[in-house]
């Protein structure tokens, strides 16, 4: 924004001096990890908390013992928020701050993994190591397990 700001020398006369101005303002961002379990909200503690901004700036925070987190005095514009829990599904979302604003995100719902979530990284896993894809451990898969781990 240009802007012209006078300036008086002392003896009456003014100048006048423009250049350009920028305004910035803060905002504050919170919130609170729950997991719904059978009707029970439990919170999550020890979760990390991750922003990044436009330009690639990230900011890290953890949950406290009743799942609540905060950033202070961040720039006005756009997030990507991820939380991570190693028990539980990584959540990404975009979040969008203003300037002044306090944005408030009580109550995230996670995910916990289900049975078949963890049967197919199993089944993915083993995949990487069925040389002959006949679904069982052979010699073969032995032999390029021992190369891998050998560095050969």
């Known amino acids: 924004m240009a802007v012209q700001i006078s300036v008086s020398d002392g003896k009456g006369t003014a100048t006048l001096v423009p250049f350009d101005l920028t305004v910035k303002g803060t905002a504050v961002f919170s919130g609170k990890l729950t997991l719904n379990i059978a009707g ?11 922003l990044e901004d436009s330009n ?15 950033f202070q005095e961040l720039s006005s514009g756009n997030y990507i928020m991820k939380l991570l829990h190693p028990d539980l599904k990584p959540l990404n979302q975009e979040v969008t701050l203003g300037i ?35 679904g ?15 560095g050969m």
């Open 40 to 50: 029970y909200d439990l919170k999550i503690a020890g979760a990390e908390v991750i």
């Open 100 to 134: 002044g604003e306090n944005l408030d995100l009580t109550d995230i719902p996670m995910d916990i993994y289900t049975a078949d979530d963890i049967e197919n990284a199993v089944k993915a896993e083993r995949q990487k190591w069925d040389v002959d894809d006949d």
């Open 56 to 70: 690639h700036n990230v900011y890290k925070n953890s949950t406290t013992s009743d799942g609540s987190f905060a």
């Open 136 to 150: 069982k451990k052979g010699l073969p898969d032995a032999i390029r397990i021992l190369q891998e781990n050998s």
